[in-house]
Every structure is written in C-alpha cells, then in structure tokens.
C-alpha cells in the first residue's frame, strides 16, 4: 500500500509522543498510523506536516503506509513508511468527507462491549478486538479537571452520556486539555472552553495500550461539527 488520504479524528498523547487516528476518506474505515516502536507512537518528525506544522482533528492527510501491523488489541494499525505526511484539505470542507464521519457514528451505547472504563486483556487473548477506536455523539457533556495530579496522572477528564450509560474518561487531546488546563480545578461547561453555543460535538474513543492486565478506555480527539455539516449529524 502506498499512501491513503485519511479524515483525521484524533492526535492524541501517548507516552510522550502521539497517536494519531482517522477514517479513510473514501468510506475504508479506521487507520491509526503507527511507528516501529513497541507501542507504535509518533515522534514528531514522523506525523509533522513538512512546514512542521501537526495534523488537527478533521484535517485530511495523505499519509505513506506500508502494511498492516495489527494488535489483539488495536486491529486498526498500519506500520506507516517513514515518507513525510502531507495536508489535502485543512480541515475538510466537502459534503462528501461529512458523509464519511457521520457514517462512522457508533448508535451503540456500550463502548467496545461495555459501559466499565476498561477492558481486560485476556478477553483479547481469546479473541482479538473488533474494534479500539470508535466514534460517538454525546448527549450531556462536561469537562473536568482534577486538582494536583500526582505521579503524573492525567488530571483532564470527560462526562458524558451515550442513551443511558454515563462515562467518565481521561481526555489526551492536546487541543482541549489546553483550553482545559487554563481553567481552575473542578467541573466546566462546553461553553467555558470556547466553544460557539449550539455546535454539536463528537468524540473519539480509543483503547489504550495493555497496562497491568487492562485496556483503559479514553477521549483521544474531540470534533467540533462544522455548521456546514449540521445536516449531517
């Protein structure tokens, strides 16, 4: 395979370094690009565009991959092949691209299975995941930010609702845990941070990596809707 144009729904942190995820942009489904690296994160040079700047969630990138490098866990991966990635369209503007993501929505209420914050690993050893990464409409939303993290935990955090089941997960979007960051401790509503009243949000949910027997789930990218998509979603 040599390159595919992808509408990118998340550039999240991961170990220091980035995960990035998108939808191919002609209806294909999930890819996240992943290096050599034994969790398959990003160095910048690896994800940077060549005026080094870095894809945003619903930039279309066309990106050199080489194979597929599937995880029991992460069946979406492909090992990228090292060529600079390049902007198509920043962010993407054609009806068709929103056809593509409001296609992806998940209806499911029960994430990869189930309404818990993590998934144990062995269920993967028995059979691989169908899917790590998955792409929601949230009713009810809130963000929150922890006061004092220790031991470097991630103090940003997402509430929200999907049908019956509320969740309560990390937020390892760069973009949001810095508006997130700006503000004091506690609970804060969309509006606080910035944006325009009325726009619909999605988010992107992903397993992480295997840590002591679990995959945690998190909020890997937060999509503001276009207006010009409103028809969609």
């Known amino acids: 395979m040599a ?15 980035r995960c990035v995820a998108g939808l191919r942009a002609d209806g294909g489904g999930w890819v ?5 690296r034994e969790r398959g994160e990003l160095d910048s040079q690896q994800y940077q565009y060549p005026d080094r700047s870095e894809p945003k969630v619903l ?5 050199g991959l080489l194979n597929r490098r599937p995880q029991p866990h992460h069946p979406e991966n492909w090992l990228i ?18 056809e593509v993501v409001a ?7 029960l994430l990869f299975g189930g309404a818990e914050h993590r998934v144990s690993e062995r269920q993967f050893e028995r059979r691989a995941a169908r899917e790590s990464l998955v792409l929601v409409q949230p009713g009810e939303i809130a963000w929150h930010l922890e006061p004092d993290p220790q031991d470097g935990r991630n103090p940003a955090r997402v509430k929200f609702q999907l049908g019956h089941v509320e969740y309560d997960l990390p937020l390892t979007d ?10 004091s401790p506690g609970t804060h509503s969309t509006r606080e941070l910035r944006i325009p009243q009325g726009r619909k949000l999605l988010l992107t949910i992903s397993l992480t990596e295997p840590f002591n027997g679990f995959c945690y789930k998190l909020v890997a990218g937060v999509v503001v809707v276009p207006q010009a998509w409103d028809l969609y979603f």
């Open 174 to 183: 760069p973009e949001f845990r810095r508006l997130l960051s700006g503000l």
């Open 32 to 36: 996240r690009p992943v290096s050599d």
């Open 103 to 109: 296609d992806a929505v998940s209806p499911d209420p």
């Open 3 to 17: 390159s595919v144009d992808l509408i990118c729904l998340a550039n999240s942190y991961k170990h220091n370094r």
């Open 59 to 63: 930039d279309v990138i066309r990106v």
């Open 81 to 98: 092949d090292g060529s600079e990635w390049k902007p198509v369209q920043r962010p993407a503007s054609k009806q068709y691209y929103a």
